[in-house]
């Protein structure tokens, strides 16, 4: 049999790891884009410096303005970093948990987010923030718009790691029945223009266990927040 291009063939020693399969793109808004397996050759590298951020801003159980704790574990790094507590939501450039500033953001993370946003047709994307959220089985976000950010022009990158889990993509109004996406390890999307307000969510976190991360989620959402 002559030597065909068939996947098997292209995606069989990207990075050298046999197991690779290539990134692909999915739209699935205006303005919301799905770069599949995107960040799978740096996900050990991602991986490492989260556990480095962890280290020095340990994930902790955010409380909301209305007292309920969190089931999602959140640090952050960056200038800036997103906490809540019975006074609201706030970005703030110091770790309440510790007095100090929130730890550098990686520069694995820095060039993962700005990459992804150029594809999606933003180059100058600049983020400020990193928000990392920790799911372990059962752990949700319920149907939320992010608009704690001053510049809503800018969009959000998210990067999955670990296990997946089903993403809730509303609409504009929370009255809309929302979407369910697969998100899986590796996937990054970048949501914004006409998505940058949309109602959205993690169901709850199925149990199961990932070779990188054993038996939890991480997400790494980057903003420009102000
Ligand atoms: C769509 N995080 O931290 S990331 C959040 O998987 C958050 O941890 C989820 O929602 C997670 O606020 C989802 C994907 C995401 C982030 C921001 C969005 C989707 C978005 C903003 C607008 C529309
Ligand atoms: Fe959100």
Redesign the pocket.
Known sequence: MPEAAGAGHLSGHLFGDPEAEAPWDEAIAPG?VLLRRHACARAEALLAAAREVVAAAPMRHLVTPGGQTMS?AMTNCGEWGWVSDRRGYRYDPVDPASGRPWPPMPAVFLEVAREAAARAGYPDFAPQAC?M?L?RPGAR?TL???RDELDLAAP?V?V?LGLP?I?L?GGLLRSERPRRYP?QHGDV?V?GGP????F???APLAEGHHPATGAVRL?L?FRKTR
């Open positions: 919301a999602v928000l959220n799911y976000l939320h718009q992010d959000i998210s999955s889990a993403f993509f998100l999307a949501w998505s940058r307000l949309a959205h969510g993690v997400n959402t």
